[in-house]
């Protein structure tokens, strides 16, 4: 079971999860350990709020497939284990991120004042510049 908040917990029949072989560079173990863990996790057939469901389809993610499944495959870890733990993180992130509502910005015009000191701080920049030229004898 993954809790994702105090209200909300996932199952462990809503995700899939299977162990693949990573990639990257061969070793002495490479053709006989599958370390790689591939989740796979159905957002419209979840028990999740429909709040949720609603905010994860949106969310622009390019782990989740137009068909509402997330994808999240997992190898940083030398064991399966860990990968799997890091996979279920990511997961719960994921979740978690597209939850987060995002405050509207308010278009504002900066302060008389500080357009005023604006200007004069590039005329005086100008003016510094300007000294720095050839000196006309």
């Known amino acids: 079971m993954l809790e994702i908040s105090n209200t909300v917990t996932l199952a462990e029949w809503e995700i899939e999860l299977s162990a693949i072989r990573s990639q990257g560079n061969g070793g002495q173990r490479v053709n006989k350990v599958?370390?790689?863990?591939?989740?796979?996790?159905d957002i419209k057939r979840s028990a999740l709020p429909a709040v949720y469901k609603e905010r994860l389809?949106?969310?622009?993610?390019s782990r989740i497939s137009s068909e509402g499944v997330i994808i999240i495959k997992a190898q940083s870890y030398r064991t399966q284990e860990q990968n799997k733990q890091d996979a279920l993180e990511r997961l719960k992130a994921l979740i978690l991120a597209a939850m987060v509502v995002h405050k509207r910005r308010r278009a504002t015009k900066p302060t008389r004042s500080s357009?005023?000191?604006?200007?004069?701080?590039?005329?005086r920049k100008g003016e510094v510049k300007a000294l720095r030229g050839k000196v006309n004898y």
Do not use: E, V
């Open 115 to 123: 357009q005023r000191k604006r200007m004069d701080n590039k005329s």
């Open 34 to 41: 599958a370390t790689a863990i591939h989740l796979r996790f």
């Open 57 to 61: 389809l949106k969310h622009p993610d």
